[in-house]
């Protein structure tokens, strides 16, 4: 009982976030997984379908085009917002002047709202006093419809993404590097290692951990991608940019067919679940 009121404080501060965890975080996953096997207006009673919802998902002519946006989108995001951040951590690792100020810069983007930085982004890609093609017609180039283009707009997309959220993984990155002991980096250059044999050798071995975290959660960032293409693109041009988020939010509030957006969540969740739990036995695996 002693023990009881000593931590009686500790105790209300677990049981607030136990409780915002479950309104905001577990019952929405619960109630997706009951709507998923539901047909339900949210006014009517609803009526249990089984699998229905999953096939009438998959029939749908978007289905396809969503999975391939978002793994391609996946991918070219773990391209830039993976390994951009890590180099420019190691950027700022070797500085001796200014190191805090350019923290700020680079951390600056995740402070801005979301929205903010997109519609920011969207006056970036104006067609005609848009930033992007005034630099290009500044160097002779001809403009680019940046999202009006089925072969640009994914690419379009990556670049927001990877500017809002390039913030965090880089402090993440710079903190793992600051841990490595600067005896190992010693060592290397008295056995005549270069810059990339002691980031190869060193610097790589040392953060793997990390690399494999920030890898995972990137992963799982990436293939919920909704903000992005809903304020930008629309899904648009020609579904181009339609991903699994965004057909989930087009079935539920423009369609009203929550049971298919409850499926179409099921099935993203299952994906993360499995990649996550590899993840997961790989790292462990190299604790070990």
């Known amino acids: 009982m002693q023990i009881l009121r000593r931590n009686l404080t500790a105790y209300g501060f677990l049981c607030a976030a136990l409780a915002c965890f479950t309104v905001f975080a ?30 009438t998902a998959f029939q749908d002519p978007a289905f396809g085009e969503a999975w391939l946006n978002t793994l391609e989108f996946t991918f070219l995001a773990l391209l830039c917002g993976y390994a951009v951040p890590f180099v420019v951590a190691l950027v ?37 006093p848009g930033l992007f093609n005034q630099v290009l017609d500044a160097f002779g180039l001809p403009p680019l419809a940046w999202l009006d283009s089925s072969s640009t ?87 181009a940019t339609v991903t699994v988020a965004y057909l989930m939010f087009q079935n539920a509030f423009t369609l009203q067919d929550y049971g298919s957006a409850g499926a179409l969540g099921m099935m993203l969740m299952i994906v ?3 990649f996550a739990a ?11």
């Open 92 to 128: 700022l690792n070797e500085l001796r002047h200014a190191r805090a100020y350019l923290r700020f810069v680079v951390y600056l983007p995740v402070m801005l709202p979301p929205i903010v930085a997109v519609l920011l982004f969207r006056w970036f890609y104006d067609p005609g």
């Open 272 to 274: 993360l679940l499995v």
């Open 26 to 55: 577990w019952y929405p996953m619960v109630r997706e997984f009951i709507l998923s096997f539901q047909k339900t207006d949210l006014i009517n009673e609803p009526i249990w379908v089984g699998l229905d919802n999953f096939v």
């Open 153 to 239: 707009a994914l690419i379009s997309l990556v670049i927001v993404s990877t500017w809002m959220n390039m913030g965090s993984a880089t402090l993440i990155y710079l903190a793992a590097l600051q841990n490595i002991p600067p005896e190992l980096y010693e060592a290397a250059e008295l056995d005549g290692a270069g810059i990339w044999k002691r980031i190869r050798h060193v610097t790589i071995p040392q953060t793997r951990l990390i690399l494999l975290l920030m890898l995972m959660l990137q992963i799982v960032a990436t293939m919920q991608v909704f903000i992005e293409p809903y304020m930008l693109t629309g899904g648009g041009p020609e579904n």
């Open 278 to 288: 590899f993840q997961l036995r790989l790292t462990r695996e190299d604790k070990a």
